[in-house]
């Protein structure tokens, strides 16, 4: 892993750090950085929220560490590790003793140091949050905020969001992650589009069919059904991560790859997105969702979207964009899918699929591209010769997990793979028809592909299913 730029020491407060995202991502995520040398020399993690820990906040992280990191725990390790943990309660309401933890820590590492503010907290709370943090001084004086998507829940929401933010802290000093965008397989599509004259050349409406961006799920709520009562599969992932990486897929190329120019071409493009219309879209619940904790006996709530997207330009006028995701599917998966136009003289026999090109958006980047060829024999028949490439394996190298990344770009200062207010707006925007009209779910069973219904906004092609894999 190439070294890393000297990073200026660093409070890190993570507001939600006993939560689930806290547990699971962000501190094992710092205490890898930690243990690859990509963390300052000098920082502090204040661990904060609303009800302090039963025990030691230290006990709390170690079992978290246990359970995802584990490789990397060792005593030596977590000592130093340790010894930079806090926690102080705090709300909306009342920040004081935060503030003062954090100054104390500042006054500790030096003038050069910052603030990290983590803000892993429901969409109803951002707003009230960013008014605690000007209030008590905590979004001032080198500081950085990063949000968690998603960031509002409608357009009038996100640009109320935007106007509390923007009053008190400048758009450089803001990071909306949105960890999708910090995979190794989701930077890969830029690197194998604008890095390789083989593809560029047929990334149009010319040679592509349609573009399926497919993540489902096998897991449900996992005790998370206020907040999928307060988000839904819509607000919670199609807005975000779907349409992300949707940017990343359509785009025209940046002048350069740095922040201001990619964030200039996603936002572009998604000015090219056509309004959502609720007959482009299929919603679903999965049958006993109303039964789990804290989900409404009556609601009305979608745990599965399929959508087709139209982008109105000349790139990509008349492909469609085929988006799903839902809990509790067949499957978990996380595929981007180009299917190319067949051949004009399509001479061979044999009913097969289109040629795809496909990304498997995981931490260990897997690229394919399915190739037609000739059965050996005396037929014509052709099938199926798919070439993958497993981009660690083949380069030995390994990356870090999204939120690894990620955290480290704040840390630089470096917003290549955040989100901007405009994209953020203009995203809301084309979501509004879908808001305000939504289709009434439809029941699927747990471990299935959703309803029936919504694999016809994907004919002729069919959605890409395992088996095609």
């Not at 930690?34 to 904060?48: C, T």
């Not at 289709?439 to 471990?447: E, F």
């Not at 906004?457 to 069919?462: D, F, V």
Request: aromatic share 8%; charged share 30%.
């Amino acid at each position: 892993m190439p070294p890393s730029p000297a990073l200026d020491p660093h409070v890190l407060v993570l507001f939600g750090a006993r939560g689930d995202l806290a547990k699971r991502k962000l501190l094992p995520g710092l205490f890898r950085l930690a243990q690859v040398g990509l963390m300052p020399e000098e920082f502090r993690i204040i661990g904060s929220g609303r009800h302090a820990p039963d025990g030691e906040f230290t006990g709390e992280v170690r079992k978290a560490l246990e359970e995802h990191a584990k490789d990397d725990l060792t005593d030596e390790a977590w000592k130093a590790f340790a010894e930079r943990l806090s926690f102080v309660v705090s709300s909306a309401d009342d920040g004081a003793d935060l503030a003062k933890a954090v100054q104390d820590a500042r006054k500790e590492l030096g003038e050069e140091s910052r603030t990290l503010l983590y803000l892993s907290v429901p969409p109803s709370a951002m707003k009230p949050m960013v008014g605690m943090l000007a209030e008590t001084g905590l979004s001032t004086d080198r500081a950085r905020i990063v949000m968690e998507k998603p960031f509002g829940s409608d357009l009038e929401s996100a640009k109320a969001l935007n106007a509390a933010l923007h009053e008190h802290v400048e758009e450089d000093a803001i990071f909306r992650i949105d960890h999708f965008l910090g995979k190794e397989a989701a930077q890969d599509i830029l690197a194998l589009r604008f890095a390789n004259g083989l593809f560029e050349p047929i990334w149009n409406r010319e040679h592509v069919a349609a573009v399926q961006i497919d993540i489902p799920e096998e897991l449900g709520l996992e005790g998370r059904g206020s907040f999928y009562e307060e988000t839904g599969a819509f607000r919670d992932m199609v807005v975000t991560h779907l349409s992300q990486i949707l940017g990343f897929v359509a785009m025209e190329a940046p002048e350069s790859l740095d922040a201001g120019h990619l964030r200039d071409a996603k936002t572009a493009v998604f000015a090219d997105v056509q309004p959502f219309q609720p007959g482009d879209a299929g919603d679903g619940q999965f049958a006993g969702y109303r039964e789990e904790d804290g989900v409404d006996p009556d609601s009305t709530v979608e745990t599965f979207v399929a959508l087709k997207v139209a982008v109105d330009n000349d790139r990509w006028r008349g492909v469609p964009f085929l988006l799903r995701t839902g809990k509790a599917m067949a499957e978990t998966r996380r595929v981007v899918t180009i299917t190319l136009k067949r051949p004009e003289a399509d001479i061979f026999d044999g009913s097969h699929r289109p040629n795809e090109l496909t990304f498997e958006l995981l931490d260990d980047p897997h690229i394919a591209v399915d190739l037609l060829v000739k059965v050996p024999g005396p037929t014509s028949e052709v099938t199926r010769a798919p070439l993958t490439l497993d981009v660690e394996r083949v380069l030995n190298e390994h990356g870090l997990e999204a939120y690894e990344r990620l955290f480290h770009d704040i840390m630089l200062g470096d917003h290549l793979l955040f989100t901007r207010a405009d994209e953020v707006e203009r995203l809301w925007a084309c979501a509004t028809p879908l808001l305000e009209d939504p289709p009434k779910p439809l029941t699927y069973d747990k471990g299935s592909w959703g309803p029936e219904a919504a694999a016809k906004l994907a004919e002729p092609i069919g959605w890409r299913l395992p088996e095609d894999a």
